[in-house]
């Protein structure tokens, strides 16, 4: 029966232990303000309900209430343990008599934990250590009381029965207290890892979800494991099925051996290898990619994935295209430059000699068609060299319309021995650009010369000028000649290309050059039999041009 009430009066003192801890466990509360003051009247509370459940045996009272003024002076400090104390004392006194030594143990009790606790802060001593020590510290304590105050001093059974029924409840609700702190630190621990993995996958699922790059992971039996949501708006797949056709659909056909090989070689060797290789699109245009095969090593060194990074590499394309444009055109100009200069000698003497010969000799057959083609010869090797040589160029703002209207006059004697008419759709009366008023002109005779010459049966050629929406003036020339086939249209412009049986393709060279000089930009439209529409867009002035110096390359 003795053993039965120890075993009930630790059981609820277990259960007052245990309740807030587990109330703290299932509802996430906000930490309180003054945790020592409530965590000191709490157990102060528990201290009373200990003494009133008392175990009273053979005429002596067992309780326990100095076991939760040990914790509270182990875990939240003086002040806590000292609130905790009053109460326990308050209750002592008030059930039962002998006041003086009551008090005098509890005040020494009190100031030697007090600076036990001082002591074990400045060592850092753990918390459950702290109360090890303080439960030896009682136990000597209440031997110095005991002897002091000689109170039942022949009575050692009952002595050692109470120091070991509080050890007991310390032991106790040390360890509730320590169980609940390690699985509080083990679940914040599981939480702050859910966290930063939840945080990390978003990172990770952010960058896959929104780069430009494809992402695929194969295994090594080329079974695809995932593909990134960029081949739904780069090559406009909306869903693929995680099987190897899917890939084998996007990835041309020509190029389908070169990567199963490229794959091989990377199982073998095991290190990332990058191929060139195109994708097709959902229309069926293909795009070409770099892409980087990536091993991925598990256990043993085997290798458990494959991950294929493929970037769009079109624009890099162009723009080497674009480069090799550039070197072929100033090859070009420095070697027109050469041959313009050799020739024009020579051509100058042989141009002289024949007028001379021609006053000379009157009745001299061919001279008019042989002086006609030395000045068509002159006439190259000026564009050539108006192509190839550095110019100093100071911009004027001049009316477009104004440099239109001088051209087609200066062409109307050419549109009216071959029937055509210059029809004029202006949008408006004035329309600024910085240029230099010369070059705009014979980039507009070079057109409308060609024009001209692509309607041997004579029509109309529309004139159109206007201010488009972008703030850019739009120059349109339509024809209704022959027209041009579409595989053409993308090598107009380039240094002698022409279609014409004896056009040398520097005329719209320049022109391109011209525009591009000023910003603007040329396109071409055409259907053969239909007749070529071009167009123009220069950018309007909007503030007082400055001389700049350009060197034509």
């Not at 076991?67 to 806590?80: K, N, R």
């Not at 001082?118 to 510290?137: D, M, N, T």
């Not at 009157?362 to 060299?385: A, N, V």
Request: include cysteine.
């Amino acid at each position: 029966m003795f053993l039965f009430d120890y075993m009930v009066n630790l059981a609820i003192f277990s259960l007052l232990v245990s309740t807030p801890l587990v109330i703290r466990s299932f509802i996430n509360l906000k930490p309180l303000k003054y945790p020592q003051f409530w965590g000191g009247l709490y157990a102060g509370a528990v201290s009373i309900v200990l003494v009133l459940l008392a175990v009273k045996q053979q005429g002596y009272v067992y309780d326990i209430r100095y076991s939760p003024v040990i914790l509270m002076f182990a875990y939240l400090g003086p002040v806590a343990g000292v609130i905790t104390g009053m109460f326990a004392l308050s209750i002592r006194l008030l059930s039962s008599g002998n006041w003086f030594p009551a008090i005098a143990g509890w005040a020494f009790i009190m100031g030697t934990f007090t600076m036990l606790h001082i002591y074990f802060s400045r060592r850092k001593l753990p918390l459950f250590k702290r109360c090890l020590a303080l439960s030896g510290a009682y136990v000597v304590l209440y031997a110095c009381v005991v002897f002091t105050f000689r109170i039942l001093v022949d009575e050692p059974a009952f002595h050692l029965q109470y120091v070991c029924f509080v050890l007991l409840g310390v032991l106790v609700g040390g360890f509730l207290i320590e169980s609940y702190e390690r699985m509080r630190r083990t679940t914040a621990e599981r939480n702050e890892m859910a966290l930063s993995l939840s945080a990390s996958e978003y990172q990770y699922r952010l960058i896959a979800e929104n780069t430009s790059d494809l992402i695929v992971v194969m295994d090594p039996d080329h079974a695809i494991r995932y593909f990134s949501p960029s081949h739904e708006f780069v090559l406009g797949y909306s869903s693929l099925t995680l099987n190897r056709a899917e890939l084998d659909r996007i990835i041309n056909p020509d190029d389908g051996k070169m990567f199963d090989q490229t794959v091989r070689k990377l199982l073998e060797q095991k290190t990332s290898i990058s191929m060139e290789i195109r994708f097709r699109h959902r229309d069926g245009r293909l795009i070409p990619f770099d892409s980087l095969c990536k091993p991925v090593e598990g256990k043993e060194g085997r290798i458990e994935h494959i991950v294929i990074i493929s970037r769009d590499i079109s624009e890099r394309k162009k723009a080497e295209e674009f480069l090799l444009q550039s070197e072929k055109l100033s090859v070009v100009g420095e070697l027109a430059a050469g041959v313009a200069h050799e020739i024009r000698n020579p051509l100058t003497t042989i141009k002289g000699f024949l007028q001379l010969y021609q006053i000379e000799n009157p009745t001299m057959k061919y001279g008019e068609l042989l002086q006609d083609e030395l000045g068509r010869i002159e006439i190259i090797t000026s564009e050539l060299l108006s192509m190839a040589k550095p110019q100093a160029i100071a911009y004027s703002v001049t009316n477009v319309k104004d440099v239109i209207e001088q051209t087609l006059e200066f062409l109307t004697p050419q549109s009216l021995m071959n029937n055509i008419e210059f029809k004029r759709e202006y949008v408006g009366e004035y329309f600024p650009v910085a240029c230099v008023k010369n070059q705009l002109k014979q980039v507009f005779l070079n057109i409308l010369k060609n024009a001209i010459e692509s309607m041997p049966k004579g029509g109309e050629i529309l004139i159109g000028l206007r201010i488009d929406p972008s703030g850019e003036c739009l120059i349109a020339i339509q024809d209704q000649g022959c027209g041009i086939p579409e595989e053409h249209l993308q090598r107009l412009g380039q240094p002698f290309y022409s279609l014409k049986e004896k056009g040398t393709g520097l005329g719209l060279m320049i022109s391109h050059k011209i525009i591009k000089q000023y910003h603007g930009r040329i396109t071409y439209e055409s259907k053969v039999g239909e007749g070529t529409r071009i167009e123009i867009r220069l950018p309007v002035h909007h503030e007082i041009p400055k001389q700049v110096e350009h060197i034509d390359k």
